[in-house]
């Protein structure tokens, strides 16, 4: 019935209930080593009836979110909208941005509910029409129980009872009415978008939902929800791991150090490169971006630009996992082999390690450095530069 559905997705919370962590807001956290946003990003993006995807987010998430979508085909697919102080602020001027691009109908989705299928969102679709939207539930199974003070005070009759879920479809001028009276109004505070049609009076359907369309509230969730992808990884069959090299080298000069896999190291001698010249780094990162086919460290970072003059090499590297998760990939392992005559690199090797695996997020186990000499032979040999070798594996899985 509708030519243009476009997709909103809600992504501006901070979510407290998860508590802190590294990678920060939920949406950010990783399952499977794939952003929880992102994941949900890509379902919608590759449905053949979305036609317009607008994602509303944090004001202070904006740099996040674009260095995300960063390498990705998400990247020219989704607009990215500033929220509001609360869920339906954020909604109201998600709808405000969508209006000019005049789609017929939109499903409105939680980023944190990564797990929402192609049949669910082609249910929702179906079931909205030009004067009602469509709710995706799920019939409450567990026996309800009211209660004060402690104490049960009555069971509650749990028939007709369902809990809800997104996508939640509407068409598009109705809904965009609605939120705009529903601010205008400054009154009630809605938990979601089918409770402001339902005040508006917008008829809203009920539609099958899917156990399996969870949302990632608590940290215990994002917990299960990796365990389950993980296994479910495990269970593939065949695993695509892939394997990458890289190669580099740079001239030795007067100086007083040399920066090797991210650890300066005092040396009668430096590296010479535009960057800082970690050819350690260089290397791992050409190896890194040789797994998903994304070209070299130089399509990236050209030396010609004068912003990576002296640059900290870890700048590169990270650049480049983030292009290999954006892909859908995890990172399993990398090893580095440093050619040299000096300085010694047996007292800095765990440094190495431990520097490598903070930037890849590996443990020790899935990191090795190693050195040797070149014999005295070649530019090497003659201590005229310093060369290395990388190699690291990736799993991709169904998450790419």
């Known amino acids: 019935m509708f030519q243009r559905v476009a997709a909103l997705v809600v992504a501006g919370g901070r979510g407290e209930r998860a508590g802190p962590h590294a990678d920060g807001p939920k949406q950010f956290r990783r399952i499977g080593g794939v952003a929880v946003l992102l994941r949900t990003l890509r379902l919608f993006a590759a449905h053949p009836r979305i036609s317009d995807l607008i994602l509303v987010g944090h004001a202070a998430d904006r740099e996040r979110i674009f260095d995300l979508l960063a390498g990705t085909d998400l990247s020219e697919r989704v607009d990215l909208v500033d929220g509001g102080p609360s869920r339906q602020a954020s909604v109201a001027n998600g709808l405000q941005a969508m209006e000019r691009r005049a789609p017929d109908a939109v499903l409105i989705h939680d980023a944190v509910r990564p797990f929402v299928d192609a049949a669910l969102i082609d249910r929702v679709i179906a079931a909205i029409e030009p004067s009602a939207g469509a709710l995706p539930v799920v019939a409450v199974a567990d026996t309800l129980k009211a209660g004060k003070d402690g104490l049960v005070v009555r069971t509650v009759d749990r028939a007709g009872l369902y809990a809800a879920q997104t996508p939640q479809g509407f068409p598009f001028s109705p809904i965009l009415e609605a939120h705009l009276k529903a601010a205008r109004s400054g009154g009630e505070a809605f938990t979601d978008d089918a409770s402001i049609a339902e005040w508006a009076g917008l008829p809203v359907r009920l539609v099958e939902g899917d156990p399996s369309n969870v949302k990632l509230t608590t940290a215990r969730d994002i917990a ?42 005092r040396h009668d001698q430096s590296l010479s490169g535009h960057s800082d010249a970690d050819v350690g780094f260089h290397a791992l990162t050409d190896a890194l971006l040789a797994t998903c086919g994304a070209g070299d460290i130089g399509d990236h970072f050209p030396p010609s630009d004068p912003q990576w003059r002296g640059a900290a090499s870890h700048i590169f590297l990270s650049h480049a996992k983030a292009v290999v998760e954006a892909k859908g990939g995890r990172i399993m392992n990398a090893d580095v082999s440093l050619i040299c005559e000096a300085p010694k690199i047996a007292p800095h090797r765990e440094a190495m390690c431990a520097e490598i695996g903070r930037l890849l997020g590996l443990e020790r186990d899935r990191v090795s450095v190693k050195a040797t000499t070149n014999e005295t032979i070649g530019f090497v040999g003659r201590r005229e530069g310093i060369a290395a070798i990388a190699t690291a594996s990736v799993a991709f899985g169904e998450d790419r």
């Open 224 to 265: 299960l929800a990796d365990r389950q992808i993980s296994q479910s990884k495990e269970a593939q069959l065949p695993i695509d791991v892939r394997t990458g090299n890289g190669y580099d080298v740079h001239r030795l000069v007067e100086g007083d150090h040399v920066t090797l896999c991210g650890v300066r190291i």
